[in-house]
């Protein structure tokens, strides 16, 4: 069998210690581009993601996708016996991911630099609320407050309310994005400067969001200013925001460029606003930006949503409706790209998961296996790692397993 087509990563070892979403969905990140993921979990209680709506009656809807292409052994990694089963699996991983709070494997007798005695390469991907340094460090920290704390929930909202939270865990995937980033980056430098040493790569929850808000951080060193909030892109580009159509529905529509603008004008037949002081630069129109808005959606109501798309389409004008999940599921843009596949499932039968991204040409990740069952896969780990069928059995047998 080809081990190229299933990702770019085959051959990568990576054990995961984490636990709920934003370290482990970088560590699934990895395993659906082929790395080998095996997911370490307290015995008789596993992940507490396990344990996290949506739900179908008793099942976990969320597990499926988020814990898919991993094995999962479980292992009480504070015991002694537990310890020395760790190391044994240190010593055969290329990267750790984890996500206690700063401090806990070092209590643990398991910090950096007891790992690299046996696995002098090994690269130890971790995450926290506020990071591994700073006063803050030992705080706990989830994806919500950590939001609040990026600066980015300031500026979520309508002026006269409470500012908004993200509806879903937005931070922790980001998160996880840059923590899949952070451990290929990591891979790669060893790699192609033939380093034998191998390092720490960390960051805090709050830190991935923060780096988005370049805007926010330059508007007030040079400005002075606090953006308030706002529930759409403000400050960016006018016309920008979402808009209702004559029969009802609604699209998000955005001009971040003069060019778009200009296409725009085009297809309102407005031509005119284009020698129009007040209109002709985007720096211009946001000075005029009730005006503009004002413009536009009288224009938009003429049109239903289906009318309004293919139009502005023509003219290459970046618009979109509003999709439910229902939509979506009936998108034919989804389904060419193979965003929604099914996958089994020990209960449910089958179950719908996003599917792969990003895609390779040549080495195509793929969802290899479905999501685990609590210490499904302790006796193909353990033997693997020289231990015998009576040793694994006495191991569970003391719940250490």
Same mark, same amino acid.
């Given at each position: 069998m080809n081990q190229m087509k299933f990702g770019p990563l085959?051959?990568?070892?990576? @054990?995961?210690?984490s636990t709920m979403i934003a370290a482990p969905f970088g560590a699934t990140l990895l395993a659906d581009l082929g790395a080998e993921v095996t997911k370490v979990e307290l015995p008789g209680k596993g992940d507490t993601l396990r344990t996290v709506g949506p739900w179908k009656g008793t099942e976990p809807l969320r597990w499926p996708g988020l814990a898919r292409n991993?094995?999962?052994?479980?292992?009480? %990694?504070?015991? *002694?016996?537990?310890?020395? %089963?760790?190391?044994?699996?240190?010593?055969?991983?290329?990267?750790?991911? !984890?996500?206690?709070?700063?401090?806990?494997?070092?209590?643990?007798?398991?910090? #950096?630099?007891? @790992?690299k005695k046996v696995n002098p390469k090994l %690269?130890?991907?971790?995450?926290?609320?506020?990071?591994?340094?700073?006063?803050? +460090? &030992?705080?706990? $920290?989830?994806?919500?407050?950590?939001?609040?704390?990026?600066?980015?929930?300031?500026?979520?909202?309508?002026? *006269?309310?409470a500012p908004v939270?993200?509806?879903?865990?937005?931070?922790? #995937? %980001?998160? $996880?994005?840059?923590?899949?980033?952070?451990?290929?980056s990591a891979l790669y430098g060893q790699e192609f400067n033939k380093?034998? !040493?191998?390092?720490?790569?960390?960051? $805090?929850?709050?830190?991935?969001?923060?780096?988005?808000? &370049?805007?926010?951080?330059? !508007?007030?060193?040079q400005n002075g200013k606090v953006r308030e909030r706002s529930p759409g892109l403000a400050g960016h580009s006018s016309p920008a925001g979402t808009y209702e159509t004559k029969d009802g529905k609604f699209v998000v529509l955005v001009c971040s460029t003069d060019?778009?603008? /200009?296409?725009?004008?085009?297809?309102?037949? +407005?031509? *005119?606003?284009?020698?129009? *002081? +007040?209109?002709?630069? /985007?720096?211009? +129109? @946001?000075?005029n930006d009730d005006e503009?808005?004002?413009?536009?959606?009288?224009?938009?109501?003429?049109f239903s949503q289906k009318d309004l798309q293919e139009k502005l389409d023509s003219y290459g004008v970046p618009v979109s409706p509003i999709l439910t999940i229902e939509d979506i599921f009936n998108d034919p843009q989804y389904k060419a790209r193979e965003n929604i596949v099914e996958v089994e499932h020990p209960r449910l039968g089958k179950i719908k998961v996003p599917g792969v991204v990003p895609k390779f040409s040549k080495t195509p990740g793929?969802?290899?296996?479905?999501?685990? !069952?609590? $210490?499904?896969?302790?006796?193909?780990?353990? @033997?693997?790692?020289?231990?015998?069928?009576?040793?694994?059995? /006495?191991?569970?047998?003391?719940?250490i397993i």
């Open positions: 085959t051959g990568v070892k990576i @054990l995961d210690i991993k094995k999962s052994v479980t292992l009480d %990694i504070r015991s *002694d016996e537990g310890k020395a %089963i760790f190391l044994k699996l240190i010593a055969k991983v290329d990267v750790l991911i !984890e996500n206690f709070r700063p401090g806990t494997l070092e209590k643990w007798g398991l910090g #950096y630099e007891e @790992l %690269i130890m991907t971790r995450c926290s609320g506020y990071g591994q340094t700073g006063p803050y +460090r &030992e705080k706990a $920290g989830f994806g919500t407050p950590c939001t609040a704390f990026s600066g980015h929930t300031a500026i979520q909202g309508y002026p *006269d309310r939270s993200p509806s879903y865990s937005l931070l922790d #995937y %980001i998160t $996880g994005v840059y923590l899949a980033f952070a451990t290929v380093d034998e !040493e191998g390092q720490v790569v960390e960051m $805090g929850l709050y830190e991935s969001i923060f780096r988005m808000l &370049e805007f926010l951080v330059a !508007e007030y060193d060019s778009t603008f /200009n296409r725009l004008a085009e297809a309102m037949d +407005r031509m *005119d606003m284009l020698e129009d *002081d +007040r209109y002709y630069t /985007n720096s211009e +129109r @946001l000075k503009v808005q004002g413009i536009v959606s009288s224009w938009i109501k003429q793929a969802i290899r296996h479905r999501a685990p !069952e609590l $210490g499904e896969h302790n006796e193909e780990v353990l @033997l693997d790692l020289g231990l015998t069928s009576e040793e694994v059995a /006495n191991l569970k047998e003391k719940g």
